[in-house]
């Protein structure tokens, strides 16, 4: 078994330390308010919503898996692994702007139940989605960052390359 050298110095810190962070701020999103709901006769919000239900908890699995990836980028030196990081950070980049900023951002919208009247309503969103935003942005820089600083990647030792016959 080959033993490989990890991402060290400067650049496996970044990669490290961007994708540690970028998956707690992922976890912390989840277990915050995604966005209230408000109407304009109320004082203040009539529902909120919690980021982890509005998406069935998607990002803390994203957040796991991208740990697990950082460190063994960091731990092994795989580019492949770095990958997966910025991977899961586009991933968890279109679950936070396809499937919650609308909703975080609607207007006009007809709320009631049957024992009360209809009223008009609108979403004003809240730290969650400015935290899983800001992680998944983190860890699509981290991956892209890293990738830029540490250049293509070095030949395997011990290949070689014979001209082709002819």
Not at 102 to 119: E, K, M, R, Y
Not at 135 to 163: D, M, Y
């Amino acid at each position: 078994m080959r033993d490989r050298a990890g991402f060290t110095g400067p650049i496996g810190a970044l990669l490290l330390a961007g994708g540690l962070v970028g998956a707690l701020l992922l976890i912390v999103a989840e277990f915050t308010t995604l966005f209230e709901v408000h109407t304009a006769s109320s004082p203040g919000p009539i529902r909120s919503v919690g980021t982890g239900a509005h998406h069935s908890y998607a990002m803390a699995v994203i957040a796991v898996a991208v740990g697990v990836f950082a460190i063994g980028a960091w731990r092994n030196g795989s580019r492949p692994a770095l990958l997966a990081v910025g991977v899961l950070g586009i991933v968890s980049l279109l679950i936070a702007l396809v499937g919650d900023l609308p909703d975080a951002h609607a207007q006009n919208v007809l709320i009631g139940s049957p024992t009360t009247h209809l009223q008009l309503a609108n979403a004003t969103p809240s730290a969650g989605l400015y935290m899983e935003t800001a992680g998944a942005a983190l860890l699509i820089i981290t991956c892209v960052s890293s990738f830029i600083l540490l250049g293509p990647p070095r030949p395997v030792s011990g290949l070689t390359t014979a001209p082709p016959d002819g």
